[in-house]
Structure formats: structure tokens, C-alpha cells
């Protein structure tokens, strides 16, 4: 069966850093759509980047772009989630997703974040900034 395993989380001060990362298995992982997500308490899960582990489309979100970076290690089945200079507002469970069916339009790929539209989920990881 299909499982994504996210590590990496942990607490941080802020302007500190993390890097997430999240390892599938049992799933077909080439050319199809990664994704990190996160919730905060009593806030709606909302999208922070995606990738395409076919080629070269990315997409980080507006609200962390210049700070989180995606990179990928396909031999592993791993993604990765660099996040850089860490703020308060970041504390949230962050959760890895993957879907078979991906875009090389980053626009496409924007909005198939923003629709959540993934069809396998990890667990999440915890990242609190203090």
C-alpha cells in the first residue's frame, strides 16, 4: 500500500531553519505530482509548495517563496522541503502529499495546490517557531 512518511519537523527559534523531508513507498513516484502542505490550529490546510518528479515544473506559494525551496532525490522516492528563516506564523503540522496526475504548466500545478487536490497523504510533521 501507499505511504508517504514525512521527518524533519521540529522546533525552531525564529530566522532558524528546517529541512522536512518525505519518502513514499508504494507508489509509482516518477512523473507524478509531490506536495507539502500545512495546517495550524483551528486554521484550513493550505497549500506551500509542489513538483513535478518528472521534470523541472515547481511551484512555492507567495507567502513563503524566497525562503522554503523544493528538491528532490528520485533514486529515494524522497522530496525534500528546505525552510529557511522560519517566523511564528509558520508553526503548523506540515504534511507531504503525492498524486499520480501532475502538470509541467506551473499555472496547473498552482492550482491543483490550491484545490488540496492530492489523493495520498503522510501524517504530517510538526514545526513550531517560537
Known amino acids: 500500500h501507499v505511504q508517504l512518511v514525512e521527518s524533519g519537523g521540529g522546533s525552531v527559534q525564529a530566522g532558524g531553519s528546517l529541512r522536512l523531508s518525505c519518502e513514499v513507498s508504494g507508489y509509482t513516484y516518477t512523473s507524478s505530482c509531490m506536495g507539502w502542505f500545512r495546517q495550524a490550529p483551528g486554521k484550513e490546510r493550505e497549500g506551500v509548495a509542489a513538483l513535478y518528479t518528472g521534470g523541472d515544473t515547481s511551484y512555492i506559494a507567495n507567502f513563503v517563496k524566497g525562503r522554503f525551496a523544493l528538491s528532490r532525490d528520485n533514486a529515494k522516492n524522497t522530496v525534500h522541503l528546505q525552510m529557511n528563516d522560519l517566523q511564528p506564523e509558520g508553526t503548523a503540522m506540515y504534511y507531504c502529499?503525492?498524486?499520480?496526475?501532475?502538470?509541467?504548466?506551473?499555472?496547473?500545478?498552482?492550482?491543483?495546490?490550491?484545490?488540496?487536490?492530492?489523493?495520498?497523504w503522510g501524517q504530517g510533521t510538526q514545526v513550531t517557531v517560537s
Open positions: 502529499a503525492a498524486d499520480a496526475t501532475c502538470y509541467t504548466d506551473v499555472a496547473k500545478l498552482a492550482l491543483k495546490l490550491s484545490r488540496r487536490d492530492f489523493g495520498y
